[in-house]
């Protein structure tokens, strides 16, 4: 196809934005501020992600009245200053209350005036989803003309089903426009591209994917927004996990070539939703640092690196606590990781705290042999110093335990568990070591190297008894991850993981122990989500429970 005259060329604009959960100022503001450079760039176009006026999910918001006034008077105060803009179309993301009906909705303006609106029409309601709680359905397609070229407006699930796209098609659309807020997790692009093509350029639509950026709660959106021909073929794609606004043009209803980001390795896409997690949580929040318990470990070596890479060094502080079972090469690699990273580090002796609980305990606990109790103790100390320092700074505690120590409940209550956010608590111990090498191995974010390589290389060790390591109470983490993603995140039985290889009796002590930490889980601070199935919003197991699988 010859490209069409200039007056024919129509130019969408995505606006890849981080917009914050009912801070609806603030979201109107970077509404505007895209829709500025949109036009500024010639845009005719601007495509916001979905609900960005309230951020995204807003959950149990969108049953309080006031937040659909609110949401109102913000979305007014908006279309007033767009006038500025009167050539430029603005498809914006809101919620909106029509009698006793909530919508998720999306709204086209050109200039101050309204074009139309649409109603989502697929809620979802799995994984981390419950739109099915808060909205009705929609049903009617909404399809507006630029230039002689027919663009229709559907809302993120909606194309992950025929039924809108094709109802789009048949009201005239030949471009869809579809605001997203879809959350990250590994490989998740790919799947992205897979149901587009499957559902959209199926039906003859080309497309415009305009994806949320950012961390809310336990959430990463990643954006990688892009651009599909009617062929199904990417004709652009945007960076992930950066806001960004970026124009590409379209003949007609033919999306010309532009940039196409890189795919990112599975860890970089791990560790920069790992970054944006924190550096979200933690600003949006509005804590003014974070405290890290450091060991010596892996574990606590990638939270702190990531932590320094979202927050920079400033606001990160560490806190090694040895005890008499810390080897001395934790003590020499722990004083080396903070080095490394420039962070302020400081040491405290666990012994005396330690004695005062075994002189108070000792009548209570005569002729019993030491065994786990002491060990937990030695946690749950540190735990008390960690989250004494965040009262007295109001810095938050991070926590360091990893997917595999959830799983098995290889962490203390009130110990290890204990803090304000739970940076890696849905990587696995074997992706954590994929990771630590990726982040060694770039200066993206910094300067290389910043995990020491005795730390990566070490037998992992809890050090709360002599010679202890991890092996001792688990499986090989090579085969306890295999089979807790087996079990937990991709709901196989029992006998289905033996009969792939796994020796019966790893797989039965595991699904245990899975079982059996239930309760701790619960108890435990929110993390970020890096799978299709994390403990925790997506993950719903009864803790009393005698189901045999």
């Known amino acids: 196809m010859n490209p069409l005259p200039d007056d024919r060329v129509v130019r969408v ?13 603030g979201n109107a503001e970077k509404i505007f501020n895209a829709a500025r450079e949109a036009a500024a760039r010639g845009a005719d176009i601007v495509v916001t992600p979905e609900l960005a006026l309230t951020g995204y999910p807003p959950e149990d918001l969108l049953l309080r009245p006031a937040l659909y006034a609110r949401s109102d008077a913000a979305l007014a105060a908006l279309v007033e200053r767009l006038a500025a803009f009167p050539s430029l179309h603005a498809v914006i993301g809101h919620p909106t209350m029509e009698g006793a009906r909530r919508y998720n909705a999306a709204s086209v303006w050109r200039g101050s005036t309204p074009i139309g609106r649409v109603h989502k029409r697929e809620l979802p309601n799995y994984d981390v989803f419950d739109e099915e709680r808060y909205f009705d359905h929609g049903t009617e397609p909404m399809v507006f003309d630029v230039k002689g070229t027919r663009f229709g407006v559907v809302v993120c699930e909606d194309t992950w089903f025929p039924h809108a796209p094709l109802a789009s098609r048949a009201a005239g659309a030949e471009v869809l426009l579809v605001p997203n807020a879809s959350p990250f997790h590994v490989q998740k692009l790919a799947q992205r591209h897979d149901v587009m093509r499957a559902n959209v350029t199926s039906a003859g639509l080309s497309m415009v994917y305009a994806n949320l950026v950012g961390g809310q709660d336990e959430l990463v959106f990643d954006g990688g927004s892009f651009v599909l021909d009617a062929a199904g073929a990417v004709t652009a794609q945007m960076k992930d996990f950066v806001e960004a606004v970026e124009v590409f043009d379209f003949d007609g209803a033919v999306p010309r070539r532009a940039a196409v ?44 690196a990531i932590a320094v890479d979202a927050l920079g060094a400033d606001r990160v502080r560490a806190v090694m606590m040895p005890s008499r079972y810390t080897a001395d090469i ?13 962070v302020r580090y400081d040491e405290i002796a666990i012994a005396p705290m330690l004695d005062a609980f075994r002189t108070q305990l000792a009548p209570q606990f005569l002729g019993l042999a030491e065994d786990t109790t002491e060990e937990n103790i030695q946690a749950r100390v540190r735990g008390t110093l960690l989250m004494a320092l965040s009262n007295k700074s109001g810095r938050i505690v991070l926590t360091t335990g990893n997917k595999s120590e959830l799983a098995t409940g290889y962490c203390t209550l009130y110990g290890d568990m204990a803090g304000g956010f739970a940076v890696i608590k849905d990587v696995a111990k074997t992706l954590v070591y994929e990771v630590c090498d990726w982040r060694n191995a770039t200066d993206v974010f910094a300067s290389k190297d910043v995990i020491p390589a005795r730390i990566i290389a070490r037998a992992p060790s809890a050090e709360l008894r002599d010679d202890q390591t991890d092996q001792d109470s688990l499986p090989p983490y090579e085969v306890l991850d295999v089979i807790m993603r087996r079990f937990m995140e991709e709901d196989e039985s029992g006998a289905e993981i033996v009969a792939a290889g796994y ?29 299709h199935r994390a403990f925790g919003r997506d993950w719903r197991y009864p803790i009393t429970n005698r189901f045999e699988s």
């Open 13 to 25: 604009a995505i606006a890849q934005i981080n917009c914050t959960v009912g801070d609806l100022e």
């Open 261 to 304: 980001a890189p795919p990112l390795s599975l860890p970089e896409q791990v560790y920069r939703a790992l970054v944006l997690g924190v550096a979200d949580y933690i600003g949006k929040n509005g804590f003014p640092g974070v405290i890290i318990g450091l060991s010596g470990g892996v574990d606590s070596a990638l939270t702190l």
């Open 330 to 342: 934790s003590w020499i690699d722990a004083r080396e990781m903070a080095g490394r990273v420039g």
């Open 503 to 531: 020796a019966e009796a790893d797989v039965q002590r595991v699904a245990r122990l899975i079982k059996l930490s239930e309760y701790k889980r619960r108890q435990s601070p929110i993390g970020i989500r890096i799978t």
